[in-house]
């Protein structure tokens, strides 16, 4: 059998086109070069979740871009955000092991059709099914990549959020057409974009539709328009305090993307501020999805006190804090509030219970 050090390798020895992209806190590309640097123990992973790298890998055939194959895997890292070599390496055993078994005498190391990996990771350990809400991201997202269609459901999202029907009429719009709708935000040339309408229907949407447009956005970058769009539609509903915590949740995936400013910042610190600071749907969005803006240390400050007294209790605590020390730079900032003379008599107590627990 064939060996190869790295997935990358392996990969690159086949005659398939391919990207990889980080499938954790929201979907972003990590370039090849740069995955298999992390593969091989140079660098730490960059986003991980959950103490995991969690991956897709979407492989095509240029001549029959529709019959992609797509690998979705979860890798454990060390405790420095390393990838488990060990790990890495019964990866690779099993995955060679299943490929050789099904393509019978065929050698590994000479170029194949991407289409005849498709059932590679079949009980394999490290594979994983996500969600239908990351699946249908994904999907809008490798059908842009390939330049293939959206879904069925596309153009009837298109024209829900163009304003070309009623907007109480959403009972009719298909989860997997918003998600095309707004993964196709990005990278669009014509005289009207989907962002610009979204940005500008984004405010006057009802809440099922907005949340799961919300939901959707954190696996872009929103320009200026609809940044301004999210943030105003932020601001308002946390100064009314008349929706649910699971729509500001929502926003603040939505939020998550945005660039840093202090705009943005203040928005996140009036949420924390407000009767939704200790809900467990707002802790949670915070935490995993707006995990960048939390080095701000005034912002971080807020949101420890915020988690110490948040409606779940010490297990809430517990959780957030164990995913949150595991990203480099928030270890170190997250220490230094815990050593704070300053901190509360309840950060403290949620401190001592955590340690307690032997979390850390």
């Known amino acids: 059998m064939a060996h190869f050090e790295t997935l990358t390798d392996f990969i690159r020895q086949t005659d ?11 979907i972003s590309k990590l370039s090849p070069d740069s995955f298999r640097q992390m593969e091989m123990g140079h660098v730490p992973y960059p986003k991980p979740f959950l103490h995991q790298a969690w991956v897709a890998v979407l492989m095509w055939n240029p001549k029959r871009a529709e019959e992609n194959v797509v690998w ?3 890798l454990p890292l060390d405790e420095q955000g390393f990838l488990v070599q060990a790990a ?11 490929l050789s078994n099904s393509m019978g005498k065929a050698p590994l190391d000479q170029p194949a059709d991407a289409t005849e990996y498709r059932d590679a990771l079949k009980d394999n350990p490290f594979s994983f099914t996500p969600d239908q809400e990351k699946m249908a991201a994904f999907h809008a997202t490798a059908t842009l990549t390939t330049r293939q269609p959206a879904s069925s459901f596309y153009d009837t999202a298109r024209s829900y959020f163009h304003g070309k029907s009623d907007l109480s009429d959403w009972n009719t719009l298909g989860y997997q057409g918003i998600a095309d709708y707004v993964i196709r935000c990005q990278g669009e040339s014509g005289k009207v974009s989907n962002e610009e309408k979204l940005a500008s229907i984004f405010n006057q949407l009802p809440d099922t539709p907005l949340e799961a447009a919300a939901t959707f956005i ?8 609809l940044t301004q769009s999210i943030l105003l539609k932020l601001n308002t509903v946390v100064s009314e305090e008349q929706v ?3 729509q500001i949740g929502a926003l603040l995936r939505a939020v998550s993307q945005c660039p840093e400013t202090d705009e943005k910042i203040a928005a996140l610190t009036a949420v924390l501020n407000s009767g939704y600071g200790t809900e467990a749907e707002v802790i949670a969005a915070l935490a995993s999805r707006c995990w960048a803006s939390l080095q701000y240390p005034e912002l971080l400050k807020l949101f ?4 110490a007294i948040n409606q779940t209790g010490q297990e809430c605590f517990n959780r957030v804090m164990a995913d949150l020390m595991f990203i480099p730079t928030l270890r ?13 008599e309840e950060l ?7 340690f307690g627990d032997g979390f850390l």
Request: overall charge positive.
């Open 16 to 26: 398939a086109q391919f990207r990889i992209f980080d499938m954790g806190r929201c």
């Open 72 to 74: 979705f895997l979860k």
């Open 88 to 98: 890495r390496d019964d990866f690779l055993n099993r995955l060679l092991q299943n």
């Open 218 to 225: 954190e696996h872009i970058q929103p320009a200026t328009a």
């Open 244 to 246: 649910s915590a699971n």
């Open 304 to 307: 420890l006190e915020k988690l």
């Open 332 to 344: 170190a900032l997250t220490l230094q509030q815990f050593r704070s003379p300053e901190r509360s």
């Open 348 to 354: 403290s107590q949620a401190i001592g219970g955590m």
